[in-house]
Structures are given as C-alpha cells and as structure tokens.
C-alpha cells in the first residue's frame, strides 16, 4: 500500500502549496503587490471589500449636499495608501465587469 | 359595432414604403443621439447662450400637437359631438404616438441620458420638469383608458375621455409653464403662455388630424364624408382666431409697459421678427384664416389640407420663436448700463442649428410616424366609412 | 454616519463587531469633522469702484483653483466668474468693470427648477450642483438670470500645472460657481477674493453675513449696496458697492 501513502504525501504537499500559489494570483494578502499601504483602511479589510462602494456613495451624498468633510477620510486621500489605482481599484473591476466613473472626474493617478 | 371599425391591410407597396421613410428618420435620430452621447454636445450647435436648440423645437411642437390631437376625440366623447365619435379611436391613438416621439427627443437630447431614471428616483416638486414627468407618462395611461374603454367597455368611454381631456389641458399647460415660469428671461415670463401653448395644440393637433385623415381615408380606399372635414375646419378656424386674440392680449398687456419696450420691440424687428411675422403670423394664423374663409378653396378637400399645413408650420414657428427668441434675447441684468463681456453679455445670441440636431428632430418624426402605421395596421382604430349624421351640415364659408 | 447603523441591521454580527473597532481608527487618524451650518450665510461685496477693467485677477485664478477649461470657443467656453463692462447707456457716467458670478441666491431659481435636486442650496446658503445627479437638461440654464451657469460641452482633462484637489469636468452635466466650496470648508477664502486681494485692487472680500463681527457684514449693513435684479425678490449674496 506504498502507492496510497505516497498519493496521501502527494496530496499534503500540494494543499499546503495550492493556496500559496493560487493568492498569488488574485484573493493575495497585503502582503502581496495590490498597490496599497499600511495594514488595513479607514475600516476593516474584509468591510471595505464588501461595502466600499455604499460607502463611497453615502460619503459623497453627505459630503456633497450637507459639507460633511472628514479630511482623513476624504476621496483625495485613497492615493495615500492604495498608491496603484490600477493594480487597486482597476484590476479587480474590470474582472467583475463594472465601470465606475469616479476617477474621470475627481483625480486618482493610474 | 365591431364591424364598424377595421384595420387596413398594409401590404401594399406605398405602406411600406411609409414604413421604410419612417424607419430611415428613425435611424437618422438614432445616429445622431449615438453621436453625441460619445463625443458630446459640443457635435451639436448649441451653445452656452443657446442652450435649447433645434432638438427641443421638433419636442415641444410634437408634445403640443399631442394633446391637440386628442381635441377630436375629446369634442365626441366629453362635448356630445356625436358625428365625430367614429374617430375617437384614431385621434386617442395618435395622440400617444406623437407624444411618443416628442418625449423621446426631449429625453435623448439631455447632456446625460444615462441618467435619465434619477427623474424617477429625485424628485423635486417645485420643478415644473418633474410635473411634466408625471404629466406625460399620466397622459399616456389616460389615452390608454380611453382606448381600452372605446374598445371593451362603452360605458367607461365618457369618463376616460372626461379624464383624458382634463390631462391634456393640464399637460399642455404644464409644457406652456415650463416657459411661462421663468421670471429671468423677458420674453418667457407670462401667464399666458401657458394658455397660448393650449390654443395652439389644438389648430396644430386639429390640423394633423385633418390631413392624417384625408390622406389615410385616401390610400385605403375608404369613404370620408367632406362635410365631416368641414366641420373640423370650423373647428381650425375658430382656435386660430383664439390663438390671433390671446398673441394680441400678450402683445397688448406688454406694450402697455415701458420696462417691456425694449424687448417687444426687438421681437417685432430684431432677428427673429421674420420668424415671428411670417411664421407665428402669416403662416399660422393669416394664411389659413384667408384660406378657410375663401368660398372656394375653404370648401375643397385641397384648399383646407394647404390651410393645415400652414397652420403645423405656424405652430413650430411659435415653439421656435418663444424657444429660441426667449433665449437669444441678452439679459439685462444692470438697468441703464450696456454690458459686454468674454461670455458674450448683453449680445444677442447668434445661433443657427446643425444637422445632427435636426437629424434627432426628425427621429421623433420617424418614431411618431411608425407608430401610428403600425397601430392602424394591428388595431381597429379606424371606420369602414366615415358618414356624417343624416341633417347635420356644418357652417361654410 | 449611517454606515454603523447599516452594517449592524444588514451584514451580521461579525462585520458588526469589525464595525465598532473601526471608529478607534477614525479617533487617531482623523478627529476633525467639518459640516457646512445653518447659522452662516456666506456672502460676497465687491466694491466697484476698486475694480480696474484691466485686472482679471479673479478670473485667473478661478480658472487655476477650479481647474476651468478654456475651449477657443466663445460661445461654449465654461465661465464661473466673468469681467464685465458696463457703459452707460446715455453716456453719462463713467464706464465700469466688474465681476460676475453665481449670486448664490436665497431663493435660487435654478434649485427650483432642477428636477432631480441636483441644484440644491447647501445650510450655509451655497448653491451647488451635484455633479453626479445632474442629468443636463439645462433648465436651470434658462432659469437663472446672472447667466452664471455653463454646460460642459467637451470632456476635459487635467493640465499639467492642474489643481488635482479639485474635480476636472464631467461632459454633458451643467456647472457654475461653488463659492470655491472646498476652501470655505477649511476655513479659506475663495480663490477669486484671495486673488483679487493678493494680486489686485482688494476690490471683492467675503464672509459670513450672518456673524456680526465679519467685515462684510458691517459694510454690506452700514454702506448703501445693492444686488443684480433684486426686482426678482432672489436676495442673491453678491453684493456690489459704488455702482
């Protein structure tokens, strides 16, 4: 039974190996080149994942009709730490197939 | 009674034809919105000073001849003219159609069509837009009624078309207001302008009608009794004297005072006087009174067809005039003093339009014009013959 | 901010909890947080007489500050504030110049005829429009009668030398005078004012008409002023002296 232990072995190493591999590719860490800075942003990584672009337009609506301006936080202050707008913000929305249009008004270098 | 009504065939070579027009304006607007949405309004003429064009001319005429043509319908079912009831359905039906094609201009030439359905989601009430939102989309529901009742339920019939009628004065009244509201602009500010833009939809509406009847009746071989025509000249001729006395009362109330000499004046002589001459006078109120009124050309099929077109382009010449007028002349924002500028105060706005604006002008056509061949090709919304009751005669000159 | 209200009801208590740690982020990086109030109402006095026809100070460096394209084309240039000359009409009194620009009006007609509110009037009696919900169909155009308002008839670009702070255009949205807002919100003057004291004649200043200390409040209240068109009943807050 040699071969089932070496298939088990086999097995182990490439579970330890694939995720390695595959964050390399797109669902990496910080620690990964994604263009960003620092350890997490205004609020939780995995709460900006999901809701950045809620709160992007609460900010704006507030920030826009009431004056509401909390400078830390400000849109102008993104490049800061996601220094890459391309390898940040592009990249995963072109692979979800969304366009949106902040940045060809308000400025955010590639 | 469901023999009474009929659709046509539509196989013939000229109804195609029609259809393959239509469809080539159609695509001529399409083109044009696709264009300007990519490289912007600056494609177009319009211009800072300008900022309602060609595109908003072909709208509002379109949107005002709307409601018009509805007054057919409305004068059967909510003012008891029985000989007309035959073309309740035709006139419902048309009514929707150029609105369809009026509103589609409207909303495909704003700066962001994309964005078209922030109107729904926003909504300011003190804007005399959003009123027209409810009013068009509240308009077209109504004629739906009106024609679902016509259709199925007789007994609906007088209050859909009471409804109806009720929404067509407000809508027009409402798309009147949308200049008659503006405080800024001198020649815009009036209240009745509003009322005005009513009494025009209806020569215009009335005059559509007429000629889409005759020309339909025509080409499908069917019978049209004249004296029903005639009375509906009577009808053209009694809203263009309405018309003459309400652009007199305005004139009248604005001559009165002096703070209005200037820009009257400049009306009846400066760079749109021809327009508003030969186009809101002459040819919409002189001409076709001179020849509805003749004995001979008055009475003859011909003579009133020369009259209705007339009066169409009378009332796009008024649109135009009040639209384009109302915008070139400068505002006058120090009493007494002459202003100049590098953002052209004080100047009269130069303006001429451009082929793209037209080109989406006449798409309106094109969707307005498709939409009423297919409708009497699908829906019986025209009779067999159309007689007029034994012992009715209508006035002739 | 809603967000923590809304995070607890729809995303759980896990995300929740991220939520609530979050604010200790906001206490060390950002303990400022600015809202424009009701108790101000900015406004603007130019005095007439200081401004001198050769001086485009102001409409330099709002055109700097906002990042205002110019096309070669009169007829579809942006303007937020113009020079304008006044002569006479009888030829009696000496000729003027003066700028002109959003009035920034109590009962703005522009506001009153947007259908999407995208013109709103800010707590603080700035007019502005809301870039992201204009749909250009240009009535506040026609409604206003300072001409204040431009539509963006080409899409546009930020210069080199560009103020990236501040938006560039969006094509096909209606734009005008913000009261360079984004200064105000910090506690700075507009770029026109701050030109025209710099690098002009001190024609314009501005301040809260409101705050009974500010200079424009004591002049505009003390010194005969008047406004542009206050037969429409606008109260607009440009305020012109010596004219």
């Keep these: 039974m040699a071969w089932i232990r070496f298939l088990g072995a086999l097995l182990a190493v490439f579970m330890t190996i694939a995720p390695l591999v595959s964050n390399a590719d797109a669902h990496g860490d910080a620690k990964h080149d994604r263009g960003t800075i620092g350890e997490k942003c205004i609020k939780d990584t995995d709460w900006m994942r999901r809701n950045h672009m809620n709160m992007l337009m609460e900010k704006r609506h507030v920030t826009v009709r009431e004056g509401v301006r909390v400078p830390a936080e400000s849109l102008l202050n993104c490049k800061t730490c996601h220094t890459s707008r391309e390898k940040f913000c592009d990249k995963c929305h072109s692979y979800v197939g969304v366009q949106p249009d902040c940045f060809e008004c308000h400025n955010y270098p590639k | ?397 | 901010m809603n967000m923590d209200r809304r995070s607890v009801l729809g995303l759980g208590g896990v995300v929740a909890a991220s939520a609530m740690i979050a604010p200790g982020i906001h206490l060390i990086a950002a303990p400022e947080r600015t809202e424009a109030s009701g108790q101000s109402r900015w406004a603007m006095l130019v005095d007439v007489n200081k401004c001198d026809s050769d001086c485009t100070a102001c409409t330099t460096a709002c055109r700097q500050e906002n990042n205002v394209p110019t096309f070669d084309d009169p007829q579809r240039d942006i303007h937020w504030i113009r020079k304008v000359e006044l002569k006479d009409k009888k030829g009696k009194r000496p000729s003027v110049s003066l700028p002109v620009l959003c009035n920034h009006c109590e009962h703005p007609p522009c506001v009153d005829v947007c259908p999407t509110e995208a013109s709103f009037i800010r707590k603080d009696g700035i007019v502005l429009v809301d870039k992201h919900r204009c749909i250009g169909c240009r009535y506040c155009m026609i409604a206003c009668p300072y001409k204040a308002r431009s539509l963006v008839y080409h899409a546009t670009e930020l210069s080199e030398n560009g103020n990236a702070d501040v938006p560039i255009r969006g094509k096909g949205v209606v734009e005008k005078c913000t009261f360079c807002v984004h200064l105000v919100d910090q506690g700075k003057k507009p770029a026109c004012v701050d030109a025209c004291q710099k690098d002009g004649n001190g024609a314009m200043i501005f301040g809260d008409l409101n705050d009974g200390q500010s200079e424009i409040s004591k002049r505009v209240h003390e010194i005969r002023t008047q406004t542009m068109r206050a037969d429409l009943g606008l109260n607009p807050a440009v305020h012109y002296q010596g004219l």
Excluded at chain 2, 30 to 50: D, K, P, R, W
Excluded at chain 2, 221 to 243: A, E, M, Q, Y
Aim: with cysteine; glycine share 10%.
């Design chain 2, 1 to 397: 009674m469901i023999s009474e009504f009929s659709t046509i065939k539509g196989n013939s070579s000229k109804y195609l034809a029609l259809l393959a027009g239509f469809g080539v304006l159609l695509a001529l607007g399409a083109f044009s919105f696709l264009y300007v949405e990519i490289n912007g309004h600056g494609a177009t003429n319009m211009t800072n000073q300008v900022v309602w064009g060609l595109p908003h001319v072909f709208a509002i005429s379109l949107l005002v001849m709307a409601s018009g043509a509805l007054n057919l319908a409305s004068m059967a079912t909510v003012f008891g003219a029985k000989q007309y009831k035959i073309f309740r359905r035709f006139s419902a039906f048309l009514a929707i159609a150029l609105l369809a094609g009026g509103l589609a201009v409207l909303v495909l030439d704003l700066g962001r069509p994309d964005r078209m359905l922030l109107t729904m989601i926003h909504m300011n009430f003190k804007s005399m837009f959003t009123w027209n939102v409810f009013l068009y989309s509240g308009f077209v529901v109504l004629c739906f009624l009106y024609l679902w009742s016509m259709f199925q339920h007789e007994r609906y019939v007088k209050l859909a078309g009471s409804a109806a009628f009720a929404g067509r004065v407000i809508l027009t009244t409402g798309t009147g207001s949308i200049f008659g509201v503006i405080h800024a602009r001198e020649v815009f500010h009036s209240a009745i302008t509003g009322p005005t833009f009513v009494a025009v939809s209806i020569t215009s509406g009335t005059a559509m009608c007429i000629m889409l009847l005759v020309a339909t009746f025509h080409y499908t071989g069917r019978k049209l009794d004249k004296s029903l025509i005639h009375g509906l000249r009577n009808v053209l001729i009694f809203f263009t004297l309405l018309v003459f006395y309400l652009l007199v009362v305005e004139k009248f109330t604005k001559f009165y005072s002096p703070a209005f000499y200037d820009v009257e004046s400049w009306i009846l002589t400066g760079p749109y006087a021809p327009l508003y001459w030969i186009g809101v006078l002459g040819m919409g109120i002189a001409l076709p009174l001179a020849i509805l009124f003749n004995p001979g050309m008055g009475n003859s099929i011909k003579g009133i067809m020369w009259a209705c077109g007339a009066a169409i382009i009378g009332e796009v010449s008024f649109v135009a005039h009040v639209l384009l007028a109302g915008q070139s002349y400068p505002f006058n924002m120090f009493p007494g003093w002459e202003m100049s500028s590098a953002f052209l105060d004080g100047q009269v706005a130069a303006y001429s339009p451009g082929i793209l604006e037209l080109m989406l002008g006449v798409g309106g056509i094109g969707i307005a014009g498709l939409i009423y061949l297919i409708g009497i090709r699908f829906f019986r919304l025209l009779p067999q013959k159309a007689e007029a009751p034994e012992g009715w005669k209508p006035w002739s000159p």
